[in-house]
């Protein structure tokens, strides 16, 4: 039985664009409202170290504001955890961070980091946060996941999204293959799977068509789109595409 498959938008763009001018407009809070009222399943949200887009004061006003549940990206730090559990999101995906990047360039090292995420993940975890890592799609970070014991990954599929862009149709199949080999492993083994990262209207219908995956999550594609369609119409041809995939 294949499951049907949820949409977390990722609205940090909007901040990303509120704050190039400062103010408060385009407001990240509406964003959510209107993914809310389009049938969004979920609202995702990076509260970066240099609060690039989404700030701090943004996080209360975006759970104050939709039902939805609210997925923090976080860094694995003693500052981001803090964070995260005064705030009490529904889920925290930590991320890897760095500040000369201009986005997550790649997945997390969980088991080069074990150590360091262990007692962030347990803390998380014992105070009803789901805990999920973003990592490559590969055996040995799935390995260490599960040593970790999250529930989630999130495969990032920005090798998938790249190989697209420089229409290497080999390298699509290896990474497409590779991507669902992990999700098919991860849900083996009690895992729930997601994917994200250069996600378009173009190429999310082969990730979405992988059984195993429970949610995707897109942002910047989907917020660049709303530029010229306006975000509710954006978000209804995703999630048209990702059904129809399914």
Do not use: W
């Amino acid at each position: 039985m294949t499951h049907p498959l949820r949409l977390g938008v990722n609205i940090d763009h909007v901040a990303t664009i509120r704050n190039a001018r400062g103010g408060d407009h385009p407001d990240p809070v509406r964003a959510a409202q209107i993914v809310a009222a389009c049938g969004g399943d979920g609202i995702t949200a990076h509260l970066r170290e240099d609060r690039r887009h989404i700030r701090d004061k943004d996080l209360r006003r975006i759970q104050d504001a939709t039902d939805l549940p609210l997925n923090l990206e976080m860094a694995g730090t003693e500052e981001m955890l803090a964070i995260a559990l005064a705030h009490q999101p529904h889920a925290a995906c930590i991320v890897p961070e760095k500040r000369e990047e201009r986005t997550t360039e790649g997945g997390l090292d969980a088991a080069g980091q074990h150590n360091q995420l262990a007692p962030i993940v347990t803390r998380l975890r014992d105070a009803g946060i789901r805990v999920s890592l973003f990592i490559e799609a590969s055996e040995r970070q799935l390995d260490a996941a599960l040593r970790l014991g999250v529930p989630v990954v999130e495969f990032h599929t920005g090798e998938y999204a790249h190989a697209g862009l420089d229409g290497d149709a080999a390298k699509v199949e290896k990474e497409l293959k590779r991507i669902a080999d992990m999700a098919a492993l991860a849900a083996k083994n009690g895992i729930e799977p997601h994917a994200g990262h250069g996600l378009t209207y173009e190429n999310v219908q082969p990730i979405a068509a992988i059984p195993q995956l429970a949610e995707l999550n897109i942002g910047h594609y989907l917020i660049g789109e709303a530029i010229f369609c306006g975000l509710e119409p954006a978000v209804l041809r995703m999630r048209e595409l990702m059904d129809h995939a399914r």
